[in-house]
């Protein structure tokens, strides 16, 4: 009985440690949310390491910045990369071979010409966008050891597959610090472990939610038509652009795709919502992951 009581209070002690804690900054363009549960000071070490490699990460990658990794490539059209670098633009060829170039880090021209990295939107001419279609395709994109060289006038936007790639490392430090439970939110592609969360997919065409998920142990990314467009004579030209055609993609409202993984998450919401309702087809190509497609013509699909 002695023993027993001794054990009690270390039990109640261990048990007072345990603390959530949630931190936001402006990382990636965007809010970046981490929330977790753990012991207090082991918490407070892994939010410190979580949000310092988002912003290194960002500093790799972001096009706004002269002195990024992928803003030096663009440049020079060739560059010594880092191990995040390669290992993002492999990722990115991977999911765009298998959804047939439908998503491609080499959008670049094509949304420059249409005015959406300063929202200065304007409608191009034919021949303009022919000419930065023919700067498109990963092809185009050429790795030699731990050097990335870009061919004439092709430049690269990391911005369909960055925020999801910075996802699965947060989630990888977190795990390596022993937290069992947490959200992680990079503005909207959110990755979550350890419970169930209930998730909402933003109503394309209004304020408010227009369905919740659960999700546990996995991720989910949104890509839509709201968040970045203009339109001209009630034809709403957004960000998202086919890179076969040269034009943003009609007839799509918004795709949320969710799995285990957030890199795939991101980049496949991008390809799915080019895609259309082609995309039905390549999603098996993606074992374990869902979509949930919102069309313009007010139909909902779910793969």
């Given at each position: 009985m002695k023993s027993l009581i001794k054990i009690l209070p270390l039990l109640f002690l261990f048990c007072q440690k345990e603390k959530t804690m949630e931190r936001t900054e402006i990382i990636f363009g965007s809010y970046f949310r981490v929330k977790i549960t753990g012991e207090e000071k082991v918490v407070s070490k892994a939010l410190a390491e979580v949000f310092s490699e988002m912003k290194r990460y960002n500093n790799l990658?972001?096009?706004?910045?002269?002195?990024?990794?992928?803003?030096?490539?663009?440049?020079?059209?060739?560059?010594?990369?880092?191990?995040?670098?390669?290992?993002?633009?492999?990722k990115a060829r991977e999911i765009g071979d298998l959804t047939d170039g439908a998503f491609t880090i080499t959008i670049y021209p094509?949304?420059?010409?249409?005015?959406?990295?300063?929202?200065?939107?304007?409608?191009?001419?034919?021949?303009?966008?022919?000419?930065?279609?023919?700067?498109?395709?990963?092809?185009?994109?050429?790795?030699?050891?731990?050097?990335?060289?870009?061919?004439?006038?092709?430049?690269?936007?990391?911005?369909?597959?960055?925020?999801?790639?910075?996802?699965?490392?947060?989630?990888?430090?977190?795990?390596?610090?022993?937290?069992?439970?947490?959200?992680?939110?990079?503005?909207?592609?959110?990755?979550?472990?350890?419970?169930?969360?209930?998730?909402?997919?933003?109503?394309?065409?209004?304020?408010?939610?227009?369905?919740?998920?659960?999700?546990?142990?996995?991720a989910v990314s949104t890509s839509g038509d709201y968040e970045n467009y203009f339109e001209i004579e009630g034809r709403r030209f957004s960000h998202i652009i086919d890179p076969k055609t040269g034009y943003p993609k009609e007839g799509v409202k918004s795709v949320t795709v969710f799995g285990k993984e957030a890199i795939i998450c991101d980049a496949l919401s991008t390809a799915l919502f080019v895609l259309g309702e082609r995309g039905e087809d390549y999603i098996k190509k993606f074992p374990g992951y869902q979509a949930i497609v919102y069309l313009s013509d007010g139909r909902r699909l779910k793969w």
């Open positions: 990658f972001s096009i706004f910045s002269d002195s990024s990794e992928v803003s030096r490539l663009n440049r020079n059209g060739r560059l010594k990369a880092s191990g995040d670098l390669l290992t993002i633009i492999r094509l949304m420059e010409i249409w005015g959406f990295y300063q929202r200065s939107y304007h409608l191009p001419k034919e021949e303009e966008i022919t000419e930065k279609r023919n700067l498109v395709g990963d092809e185009r994109v050429i790795i030699k050891g731990d050097s990335v060289y870009l061919l004439s006038g092709t430049k690269i936007d990391l911005g369909g597959i960055a925020v999801g790639y910075g996802l699965d490392r947060a989630y990888e430090i977190l795990k390596r610090y022993g937290i069992k439970k947490g959200l992680i939110d990079g503005g909207g592609d959110i990755l979550v472990f350890g419970d169930s969360y209930k998730i909402g997919i933003k109503d394309p065409r209004r304020e408010g939610l227009i369905e919740t998920l659960n999700l546990k142990d996995g």
